[in-house]
């Protein structure tokens, strides 16, 4: 069992950064395949970055490709979600997930879930 805690939303303007981050509880924080989704009003879900439980393997949406660079603290029990350039339409809650295993696609399934973290770019 994991918990995990995001942390970091807010506003912002476009063309902004912001790095959110989401902690996780339990010591095996390292054999965990972990990804960030979010949620736009009226939208699904929709997956935006993955990272692999060494750290070595990391995914990008082609929507955030080129601006967004996920990396995790084995120390810390933390991944992160560092984003630059902000859109308008980066608008979203933003959900950091985890599956107890080392590699997965990143269609999941994902077994854990934060609350989410809302990040709103202004135009």
């Known amino acids: 069992q994991v918990q995990l805690v995001e942390s970091g939303g807010g506003l912002v303007q476009a063309g902004g950064s912001l790095r959110l981050s989401c902690a996780a509880s339990?010591?095996?924080?390292?054999?965990?395949?972990m990804g960030w989704f979010r949620e736009a009003p009226g939208k699904e879900r929709e997956f935006v970055a993955a990272i692999g439980g060494s750290g070595g393997s990391r995914y990008y949406a082609d929507s955030v490709k080129g601006r967004a660079t996920i990396s995790r603290d084995s120390a810390k029990n933390t991944m992160y979600l560092r984003m630059n350039s902000l859109k308008p339409e980066d608008t979203a809650v933003y959900y950091c997930?985890?599956?107890?295993?080392?590699?997965?696609?990143?269609?999941?399934?994902?077994?854990?879930w934060g609350q989410g973290t809302q990040v709103t770019v202004s135009s």
């Open positions: 339990g010591r095996t924080f390292s054999r965990y395949f």
């Open positions: 997930a985890a599956h107890p295993v080392i590699y997965m696609d990143v269609t999941g399934p994902w077994d854990y």
